[in-house]
């Protein structure tokens, strides 16, 4: 079984900045592909964005430019550097590990980012 816990959560201002993390309780990144959602109230869980095996990574257009996903396999941990961030951006943000070939998929417990002034 595979754990995810992510961090990082909380308030920040229009145009401010917020790092997620996400800890895998093993070393999964040879194996998962790790990505990032979100679940505004009221809408749909959206992908954020995504980072494969060999290290490709794509966005939703709604955060291409603004947000960069990346993996430190020493800690097996996946962040979320989020920068100019809007209004827009809130939501419950919850890390994903999906191996699509063995049909598996874990989830983390979600962490929440609020972007008011």
């Known amino acids: 079984q595979v754990q995810l816990v992510e961090s990082g959560g909380g308030l920040v201002q229009p145009g401010g900045s917020l790092r997620l993390s996400c800890a895998a309780s093993?070393?999964?990144?040879?194996?998962?592909?790790m990505g990032w959602y979100r679940q505004a109230p009221g809408k749909q869980r959206e992908l954020v964005a995504r980072i494969t095996t060999g290290g490709s990574t794509n966005y939703a257009d709604s955060v291409k430019g603004r947000f960069t996903i990346s993996r430190e396999n020493a800690k097996n941990t996946v962040y979320l550097q989020m920068n100019s961030m809007k209004p827009e951006d809130t939501a419950g943000y919850y890390c994903?590990?999906?191996?699509?070939?063995?049909?598996?998929?874990?989830w983390g417990q979600g962490t929440q980012v609020t972007v008011s002034s």
């Open positions: 994903n590990a999906q191996a699509i070939s063995l049909g598996l998929q874990h």
């Open positions: 093993r070393n999964i990144f040879s194996i998962y592909t």
